[in-house]
């Protein structure tokens, strides 16, 4: 979703919290993955669409060659359309699915992955289901983990939590146990799929709705040797994996954030931190997304440089008060003028930057 011609100033004033820097940062034109407006249908086999300016939907259809169809929402999607079967001793048909992240190169805008675990102070996120009966499937929230900061292909660690299972189906490989994550029980099930491992939490019982941190289930896979704290996360994804039928099947809503702290030890009894986070403007067309970088410390930052990556086929074409390069890829904006500094709390007023495309 993406962006009008007309300049759009932020203005920022004095806080006696945290002080910020905001930059506006990123956004997108002419996307390979098109920009959903509420209603629209995707029934292309692997056809995607940005919501909220922020996440990407996209069909999936990866098991079967039968016709399977969503439509996109304000904050999900549904299935529209859903023939065919498959046997329930192997894989399903399809992972429709929202996601934050990059997937098969397709990255949603203005993601802050792939970041290294070991950079990730937390990355809270909520999901919503809508179930139907007559269908066998899963519903399930994916976490990609790699010892690299892939953006394309199938990663080393799938992490799989299922929300709800209906039919005589199971995760990859075998329950290994159960345990307690981020204040819930679980079945563990761990296997290869042939391509990655597979780490999965089965609930008990349907879960419609749930705020919880992913990094909660990403320390499970580390301290079960099956990744490592200087690999990268690279999407987390929620869905559907149907079997048979999956008609009215809905994901009504998602959201997703990535903490991460870092940045060069400060002074004496002094530390440094920094936060990112953003808002969109949406139009017909285009969006603009206002980014802001917090610093959590104790101590100023000198130098910050937030980096993201566009979607193929997506560029900046302006910004202000902050320098960014390239226009399109693998990204980095760098602080300009007097916004250098990220200063201690209850220091002085923040400037504003804004990034228009």
């Not at 519903?139 to 039919?167: K, Q």
């Not at 990556?309 to 390069?325: E, H």
């Amino acid at each position: 979703m993406l962006v009008s011609s007309r300049p759009v100033l932020h203005r920022a004033h004095g806080l006696l919290g945290a002080l910020l820097a905001s930059l506006a940062a990123l956004a997108a034109l002419l996307s390979t993955t098109s920009a959903a407006h509420a209603d629209t249908s995707i029934c292309e086999q692997f056809g995607s669409a940005t919501i909220q300016g922020r996440y990407v939907v996209q069909n999936n259809r990866w098991g079967t060659s039968q016709t399977q169809c969503i439509t996109t929402t304000a904050s999900g999607f549904r299935i529209t359309q859903a023939d065919g079967s498959v046997p329930t001793n192997g894989a399903p048909k399809s992972y429709p699915s929202v996601y934050n992240g990059c997937h098969y190169t397709n990255c949603s805008p203005g993601t802050a992955l792939p970041a290294q675990l070991s950079g990730i102070s937390s990355a809270p996120t909520g999901i919503s289901y809508s179930y139907v009966s007559g269908a066998v499937y899963d519903a399930a929230y994916d976490i990609w983990l790699d010892p690299t900061p892939r953006t394309d292909g199938v990663n080393r660690t799938e992490i799989m939590v299922w929300f709800n299972e209906v039919g005589s189906i199971q995760p990859v490989g075998s329950q290994v146990g159960t345990a307690s994550v981020a204040g819930r029980q679980w079945q563990v099930w761990s296997g290869n799929n042939g391509s990655n491992d597979v780490l999965s939490f089965v609930a008990p019982s349907a879960i419609n709705s749930w705020n919880f941190d992913v990094m909660d289930f990403v320390r499970q896979a580390v301290s079960r040797g099956l990744a490592q704290n200087n690999w990268y996360l690279t999407s987390v994804q929620a869905g559907f994996e149907p079997w048979h039928n999956g008609t009215g099947l809905a994901v009504t809503s998602f959201s997703s954030t990535i903490n991460t702290g870092g940045g060069s030890p400060g002074g004496p009894g002094g530390s440094t931190a920094c936060e990112v986070s953003y808002g969109t403007n949406v139009w017909q067309g285009g969006f603009t997304a206002d980014v802001t970088v917090t610093n959590t410390g104790s101590s100023p930052v000198d130098g910050w440089k937030p980096a993201f990556t566009l979607p193929a086929g997506q560029r900046i074409t302006s910004a202000w008060n902050a320098a960014v390069a390239p226009t399109s890829a693998a990204l980095t904006a760098t602080d300009a003028d007097c916004s250098t500094w990220l200063r201690c709390p209850s220091c002085h007023v923040y400037r504003s930057v804004y990034i228009q495309c």
